[in-house]
């Protein structure tokens, strides 16, 4: 099983950014996809999560009309699309695999590696 996170960058403040989360070695169709972000010194923050058919979708207070996640099950893929970004939104962003949808890192299972977003002028 192996998750991998991609589209991360540097980016203007009002910027866009689209964070893709590829997986493998495991059907996505039955699983709660969730992104999640951890800020130097800072405990690591939900973002969003979405579930197995795309039925249930959450995001956190800080980024909801901003960010949109989607998920292709067909590529294995889901996708953060990150609007307006603000250089709070600075971060280590980090997708996971769950059976229970959550924004509680504890409930996920696998992680990946990580994408460093970083927003600045």
């Known amino acids: 099983l192996q998750l991998v996170e991609s589209g991360g960058g540097l980016v203007q403040p009002g910027g866009s950014l689209r964070l893709s989360c590829t997986v493998s070695?495991?059907?996505?169709?039955?699983?709660?996809i969730a992104w999640f972000r951890q800020a130097p010194g800072k405990e690591r923050e939900g973002v969003s999560y979405?579930?197995?058919?795309?039925?249930?979708?959450n995001y956190a207070v800080s980024v909801k009309g901003r960010f949109t996640i989607s998920r292709d099950n067909a590529e294995n893929t889901v996708y953060l699309q990150m609007n307006s970004l603000k250089p709070e939104d600075t971060a280590v962003y980090y997708c996971?695999?769950?059976?229970?949808?959550?924004?509680?890192?504890?409930?996920?299972?696998?992680w990946g590696q990580g994408t460093q977003v970083t927003v600045s002028s």
């Open positions: 996971a695999v769950g059976v229970i949808a959550t924004m509680s890192g504890l409930e996920y299972d696998l």
């Open positions: 070695g495991v059907t996505p169709d039955y699983y709660i």
């Open positions: 979405i579930s197995s058919r795309g039925g249930s979708i």
